[in-house]
Protein backbone atom coordinates (compact mmCIF):
# COMPACT_ATOMS: atom_id res chain seq x y z
CA UNK A 1 0.00 0.00 0.00
CA UNK A 2 1.23 3.62 -1.03
CA UNK A 3 1.82 5.61 2.43
CA UNK A 4 -0.54 8.40 0.08
CA UNK A 5 -3.69 6.13 0.31
CA UNK A 6 -4.38 6.55 4.11
CA UNK A 7 -7.14 8.75 4.34
CA UNK A 8 -6.89 11.60 6.85
CA UNK A 9 -10.32 12.43 6.42
CA UNK A 10 -11.53 9.48 8.21
CA UNK A 11 -10.00 10.34 11.63
CA UNK A 12 -12.66 11.97 14.66
CA UNK A 13 -13.75 15.51 13.84
CA UNK A 14 -12.15 16.24 10.99
CA UNK A 15 -8.38 15.91 12.70
CA UNK A 16 -5.47 14.83 11.06
CA UNK A 17 -4.59 12.56 13.67
CA UNK A 18 -6.49 9.73 15.92
CA UNK A 19 -7.80 11.91 18.41
CA UNK A 20 -9.05 10.29 21.67
CA UNK A 21 -10.91 13.30 22.70
CA UNK A 22 -14.51 11.43 21.91
CA UNK A 23 -13.69 8.24 22.08
CA UNK A 24 -16.22 6.96 24.75
CA UNK A 25 -19.19 9.10 23.50
CA UNK A 26 -18.25 7.37 20.30
CA UNK A 27 -17.92 4.01 21.85
CA UNK A 28 -20.38 4.06 24.61
CA UNK A 29 -22.64 6.85 23.40
CA UNK A 30 -21.81 9.62 26.30
CA UNK A 31 -18.68 11.32 27.80
CA UNK A 32 -17.41 9.32 30.51
CA UNK A 33 -14.64 11.32 32.77
CA UNK A 34 -11.64 9.82 34.75
CA UNK A 35 -11.55 10.57 38.31
CA UNK A 36 -7.92 9.97 39.76
CA UNK A 37 -7.75 8.03 42.73
CA UNK A 38 -4.69 7.18 44.90
CA UNK A 39 -5.21 3.52 46.85
CA UNK A 40 -2.30 3.63 48.74
CA UNK A 41 0.12 1.75 46.26
CA UNK A 42 3.58 2.11 45.73
CA UNK A 43 6.22 0.64 43.30
CA UNK A 44 8.13 -2.17 43.28
CA UNK A 45 11.81 0.45 42.48
CA UNK A 46 10.19 2.26 45.55
CA UNK A 47 10.31 -0.61 48.48
CA UNK A 48 13.62 -2.27 47.27
CA UNK A 49 11.87 -5.40 45.79
CA UNK A 50 13.80 -4.37 42.53
CA UNK A 51 15.38 -0.90 43.55
CA UNK A 52 14.93 2.36 45.52
CA UNK A 53 14.08 5.65 45.23
CA UNK A 54 11.48 4.77 42.53
CA UNK A 55 12.09 6.73 38.46
CA UNK A 56 14.41 9.31 38.47
CA UNK A 57 12.00 11.53 36.99
CA UNK A 58 9.10 10.95 39.10
CA UNK A 59 7.41 12.86 41.68
CA UNK A 60 3.69 11.86 42.04
CA UNK A 61 2.61 14.68 43.52
CA UNK A 62 3.23 16.59 40.31
CA UNK A 63 0.10 15.36 38.63
CA UNK A 64 -1.74 14.54 41.95
CA UNK A 65 -5.02 16.40 41.89
CA UNK A 66 -6.38 17.83 45.31
CA UNK A 67 -8.92 15.36 45.84
CA UNK A 68 -6.96 12.29 45.33
CA UNK A 69 -4.98 11.34 48.71
CA UNK A 70 -4.61 8.16 50.10
CA UNK A 71 -6.08 8.96 53.89
CA UNK A 72 -9.77 9.63 52.00
CA UNK A 73 -11.75 6.43 51.07
CA UNK A 74 -12.38 5.60 48.06
CA UNK A 75 -15.74 6.43 47.67
CA UNK A 76 -14.74 10.19 49.57
CA UNK A 77 -12.35 10.50 46.41
CA UNK A 78 -14.72 9.45 43.96
CA UNK A 79 -17.40 11.94 44.92
CA UNK A 80 -14.90 14.89 45.34
CA UNK A 81 -13.69 14.15 42.19
CA UNK A 82 -17.03 13.95 40.99
CA UNK A 83 -17.77 17.28 42.41
CA UNK A 84 -14.50 18.65 40.71
CA UNK A 85 -15.51 18.08 37.52
CA UNK A 86 -18.80 19.19 37.24
CA UNK A 87 -18.26 22.56 37.36
CA UNK A 88 -16.38 22.20 33.71
CA UNK A 89 -18.64 18.93 32.74
CA UNK A 90 -22.58 19.53 34.24
CA UNK A 91 -23.75 17.04 31.61
CA UNK A 92 -21.36 14.12 32.73
CA UNK A 93 -22.91 11.08 34.26
CA UNK A 94 -20.95 8.27 34.66
CA UNK A 95 -16.83 7.96 35.40
CA UNK A 96 -14.27 6.13 35.37
CA UNK A 97 -12.23 5.26 38.32
CA UNK A 98 -8.20 5.79 37.31
CA UNK A 99 -6.04 4.39 39.56
CA UNK A 100 -2.99 6.38 38.96
CA UNK A 101 -0.39 6.80 41.46
CA UNK A 102 2.35 4.32 41.77
CA UNK A 103 1.87 0.89 41.03
CA UNK A 104 -1.98 -0.02 40.66
CA UNK A 105 -1.86 -3.78 40.28
CA UNK A 106 1.34 -3.50 42.97
CA UNK A 107 -0.54 -5.78 45.50
CA UNK A 108 -1.96 -9.39 45.94
CA UNK A 109 -4.70 -10.38 43.94
CA UNK A 110 -7.09 -10.55 47.25
CA UNK A 111 -6.69 -6.45 48.20
CA UNK A 112 -7.03 -5.42 44.40
CA UNK A 113 -10.14 -7.18 44.13
CA UNK A 114 -11.35 -5.51 47.22
CA UNK A 115 -10.55 -2.06 45.76
CA UNK A 116 -11.37 -2.26 42.48
CA UNK A 117 -14.77 -3.92 43.24
CA UNK A 118 -15.07 -0.66 46.22
CA UNK A 119 -14.77 2.03 43.36
CA UNK A 120 -17.21 -0.28 40.91
CA UNK A 121 -19.62 -0.01 43.05
CA UNK A 122 -20.27 3.51 43.09
CA UNK A 123 -23.48 4.00 41.72
CA UNK A 124 -21.67 6.67 39.05
CA UNK A 125 -18.96 4.74 38.05
CA UNK A 126 -19.01 2.14 34.99
CA UNK A 127 -15.57 1.32 34.62
CA UNK A 128 -11.98 1.49 36.08
CA UNK A 129 -8.69 2.23 34.25
CA UNK A 130 -5.94 0.97 36.12
CA UNK A 131 -2.66 2.42 35.53
CA UNK A 132 0.36 -0.04 36.38
CA UNK A 133 3.69 -0.72 35.35
CA UNK A 134 4.57 -4.35 33.16
CA UNK A 135 6.38 -6.67 35.98
CA UNK A 136 3.27 -5.67 38.21
CA UNK A 137 0.77 -8.40 36.36
CA UNK A 138 0.63 -11.75 36.10
CA UNK A 139 -1.26 -14.17 34.64
CA UNK A 140 -4.06 -14.59 37.83
CA UNK A 141 -4.73 -11.08 37.85
CA UNK A 142 -4.82 -10.31 34.34
CA UNK A 143 -7.17 -13.63 34.03
CA UNK A 144 -9.13 -11.49 37.14
CA UNK A 145 -9.52 -8.38 35.18
CA UNK A 146 -10.63 -10.37 32.14
CA UNK A 147 -13.36 -11.96 34.23
CA UNK A 148 -14.46 -8.42 35.26
CA UNK A 149 -14.39 -6.83 32.28
CA UNK A 150 -16.50 -10.54 30.72
CA UNK A 151 -18.97 -10.16 33.40
CA UNK A 152 -18.18 -12.83 35.43
CA UNK A 153 -17.30 -11.07 38.60
CA UNK A 154 -20.00 -8.73 39.82
CA UNK A 155 -23.32 -10.31 40.06
CA UNK A 156 -25.93 -8.16 39.61
CA UNK A 157 -24.02 -5.24 38.41
CA UNK A 158 -25.74 -3.03 35.91
CA UNK A 159 -25.30 0.34 34.63
CA UNK A 160 -27.34 2.36 31.76
CA UNK A 161 -25.30 3.66 29.56
CA UNK A 162 -27.06 6.10 26.60
CA UNK A 163 -25.43 3.74 23.99
CA UNK A 164 -25.62 0.61 26.29
CA UNK A 165 -28.84 0.68 28.38
CA UNK A 166 -28.16 -3.05 29.81
CA UNK A 167 -24.48 -3.14 30.42
CA UNK A 168 -23.80 -5.56 33.01
CA UNK A 169 -20.36 -5.59 33.14
CA UNK A 170 -17.76 -2.84 34.06
CA UNK A 171 -15.56 -1.00 31.03
CA UNK A 172 -11.89 -2.08 32.29
CA UNK A 173 -8.82 -0.33 30.85
CA UNK A 174 -5.11 -1.14 32.00
CA UNK A 175 -2.50 1.83 31.23
CA UNK A 176 1.30 0.77 30.82
CA UNK A 177 4.15 2.87 32.01
CA UNK A 178 6.47 1.63 29.13
CA UNK A 179 8.34 5.06 29.00
CA UNK A 180 11.08 3.79 26.56
CA UNK A 181 12.16 1.16 24.17
CA UNK A 182 15.53 1.27 24.80
CA UNK A 183 16.70 -0.63 27.56
CA UNK A 184 20.18 1.18 28.24
CA UNK A 185 17.65 4.31 28.85
CA UNK A 186 15.39 2.25 30.96
CA UNK A 187 18.55 1.41 33.01
CA UNK A 188 19.22 4.58 33.38
CA UNK A 189 16.15 5.99 34.66
CA UNK A 190 15.65 3.48 37.27
CA UNK A 191 12.49 1.97 35.82
CA UNK A 192 13.67 -1.83 37.05
CA UNK A 193 12.51 -3.67 33.91
CA UNK A 194 13.48 -3.71 30.37
CA UNK A 195 11.30 -3.47 27.23
CA UNK A 196 10.84 -7.74 26.62
CA UNK A 197 8.93 -7.25 30.23
CA UNK A 198 6.18 -4.34 29.01
CA UNK A 199 6.28 -6.45 25.54
CA UNK A 200 5.09 -9.73 27.19
CA UNK A 201 2.55 -8.15 29.34
CA UNK A 202 1.27 -6.07 27.06
CA UNK A 203 0.80 -9.28 24.83
CA UNK A 204 -0.47 -11.03 27.50
CA UNK A 205 -2.97 -8.07 28.62
CA UNK A 206 -4.45 -7.61 25.02
CA UNK A 207 -4.51 -11.44 24.38
CA UNK A 208 -7.37 -11.14 27.07
CA UNK A 209 -9.41 -8.75 24.83
CA UNK A 210 -8.43 -6.16 27.83
CA UNK A 211 -8.30 -2.90 26.77
CA UNK A 212 -4.16 -1.48 26.83
CA UNK A 213 -3.08 1.85 26.78
CA UNK A 214 0.64 2.80 27.39
CA UNK A 215 2.53 5.97 28.87
CA UNK A 216 5.84 7.04 26.82
CA UNK A 217 8.18 10.11 27.83
CA UNK A 218 10.19 12.05 24.64
CA UNK A 219 13.13 13.32 26.32
CA UNK A 220 14.71 10.94 28.65
CA UNK A 221 18.98 11.44 28.95
CA UNK A 222 20.58 9.88 26.26
CA UNK A 223 18.08 9.42 23.48
CA UNK A 224 18.30 11.32 20.40
CA UNK A 225 15.63 12.64 17.98
CA UNK A 226 16.42 9.58 15.67
CA UNK A 227 16.33 7.29 18.45
CA UNK A 228 12.75 8.54 19.03
CA UNK A 229 11.35 8.97 15.98
CA UNK A 230 13.28 5.08 15.17
CA UNK A 231 11.34 3.64 18.63
CA UNK A 232 7.85 4.52 16.78
CA UNK A 233 8.44 0.96 14.91
CA UNK A 234 8.48 -0.78 18.49
CA UNK A 235 5.50 1.40 19.62
CA UNK A 236 3.63 -0.71 15.96
CA UNK A 237 4.37 -3.51 16.80
CA UNK A 238 2.78 -3.48 20.14
CA UNK A 239 -1.02 -4.56 20.58
CA UNK A 240 -2.13 -1.16 21.89
CA UNK A 241 -5.25 0.70 21.56
CA UNK A 242 -4.15 3.94 22.80
CA UNK A 243 -1.18 5.92 23.72
CA UNK A 244 -0.20 9.15 25.97
CA UNK A 245 3.33 11.09 25.13
CA UNK A 246 5.01 12.74 27.87
CA UNK A 247 7.70 15.61 27.15
CA UNK A 248 10.37 15.26 29.78
CA UNK A 249 10.16 17.54 32.26
CA UNK A 250 12.58 18.14 35.05
CA UNK A 251 10.60 18.19 38.13
CA UNK A 252 12.23 19.56 41.49
CA UNK A 253 13.93 17.60 43.93
CA UNK A 254 14.10 14.39 41.64
CA UNK A 255 17.41 12.21 40.82
CA UNK A 256 16.44 13.86 37.30
CA UNK A 257 16.98 17.21 38.41
CA UNK A 258 20.80 16.26 39.66
CA UNK A 259 21.40 14.27 36.31
CA UNK A 260 20.34 17.41 34.16
CA UNK A 261 22.63 19.84 35.95
CA UNK A 262 25.48 17.62 35.84
CA UNK A 263 24.92 16.25 32.31
CA UNK A 264 22.81 19.13 30.01
CA UNK A 265 24.13 17.51 27.20
CA UNK A 266 22.60 14.51 27.51
CA UNK A 267 19.26 15.68 27.04
CA UNK A 268 17.18 16.61 24.24
CA UNK A 269 15.27 19.78 25.00
CA UNK A 270 12.53 21.43 22.89
CA UNK A 271 11.00 24.82 22.62
CA UNK A 272 7.72 24.44 21.76
CA UNK A 273 8.10 25.22 18.08
CA UNK A 274 10.33 22.55 18.13
CA UNK A 275 8.26 20.04 19.89
CA UNK A 276 5.05 20.59 17.46
CA UNK A 277 7.58 19.86 14.36
CA UNK A 278 8.61 16.85 16.41
CA UNK A 279 5.69 15.40 17.21
CA UNK A 280 3.94 16.02 13.76
CA UNK A 281 7.28 13.52 12.95
CA UNK A 282 6.21 11.11 15.05
CA UNK A 283 2.59 11.14 14.19
CA UNK A 284 3.68 10.38 10.41
CA UNK A 285 5.14 7.35 11.51
CA UNK A 286 2.89 6.42 14.23
CA UNK A 287 0.03 3.57 12.58
CA UNK A 288 -3.45 5.35 11.62
CA UNK A 289 -5.49 3.12 14.34
CA UNK A 290 -3.58 4.40 17.42
CA UNK A 291 -5.57 6.50 19.66
CA UNK A 292 -3.08 9.81 20.56
CA UNK A 293 -4.21 10.49 23.98
CA UNK A 294 -2.38 13.13 24.82
CA UNK A 295 0.60 14.74 23.07
CA UNK A 296 2.70 16.44 26.12
CA UNK A 297 2.58 15.98 30.21
CA UNK A 298 0.98 19.17 32.21
CA UNK A 299 3.10 19.95 35.49
CA UNK A 300 1.86 22.70 37.74
CA UNK A 301 5.03 25.25 37.75
CA UNK A 302 5.51 24.98 41.41
CA UNK A 303 7.04 21.88 40.90
CA UNK A 304 9.88 22.86 37.98
CA UNK A 305 12.64 25.67 37.82
CA UNK A 306 11.48 26.39 34.80
CA UNK A 307 8.41 26.78 32.56
CA UNK A 308 10.40 26.67 28.65
CA UNK A 309 6.57 27.06 27.09
CA UNK A 310 5.11 29.23 29.49
CA UNK A 311 2.03 28.62 30.99
CA UNK A 312 0.29 27.20 27.93
CA UNK A 313 -2.86 24.19 28.65
CA UNK A 314 -3.07 21.11 26.94
CA UNK A 315 -6.11 22.19 24.82
CA UNK A 316 -4.23 25.20 23.50
CA UNK A 317 -1.47 22.61 22.48
CA UNK A 318 -3.81 20.71 20.75
CA UNK A 319 -5.12 23.65 18.54
CA UNK A 320 -1.86 24.47 17.94
CA UNK A 321 -0.82 21.25 16.76
CA UNK A 322 -3.79 20.85 14.55
CA UNK A 323 -2.49 24.14 12.68
CA UNK A 324 1.39 22.82 12.15
CA UNK A 325 -0.37 19.63 10.80
CA UNK A 326 -2.49 21.95 8.49
CA UNK A 327 0.57 24.06 7.19
CA UNK A 328 2.73 20.98 6.69
CA UNK A 329 -0.32 18.92 5.20
CA UNK A 330 0.52 15.96 6.67
CA UNK A 331 -1.37 13.16 8.90
CA UNK A 332 -0.59 10.51 11.60
CA UNK A 333 0.44 7.89 9.67
CA UNK A 334 1.24 9.58 6.05
CA UNK A 335 5.15 7.54 6.51
CA UNK A 336 3.68 4.84 8.52
CA UNK A 337 4.08 1.95 5.32
CA UNK A 338 7.06 3.09 4.74
CA UNK A 339 8.84 3.60 8.03
CA UNK A 340 7.81 -0.02 8.69
CA UNK A 341 9.23 -1.70 5.87
Sequence with gaps: ???????????????????????????????????????????PNRDGTVGRGGCAYCDNAAFHPSYSTPGKSLHQQLDEGIGFHKVRYRTTEHYLA??????????????????????????????????????????????????LAGGKVLSGWKR????????????????????????????????????????????????????????YILGLPGETRQMMLESCSLINSLPIRSIKFHQLQIVKGTRMEKEYAEHPEDFERFRLD??????????????????IERIAGEVPPRFVSETPWGLIRNAELLHMLDARLDERDTWQGRLFCDFQR
Design 274 to 291: EYLDFFADILERLRPDLY
Design 98 to 147: YFQSFSNTYAPLARLMELYEEALSHPSVVGIVIGTRPDCVDEEKLDYLAD
Design 1 to 43: MDSSSINRVSFPEGKRYNSFVGYFKRRYGERLQKIVLDAGFTC
Design 160 to 215: ALAGEPDRTAPIVIVEYGVESCYDTTLQRINRGHDFETARKAIAMTAGRGLDVGIH
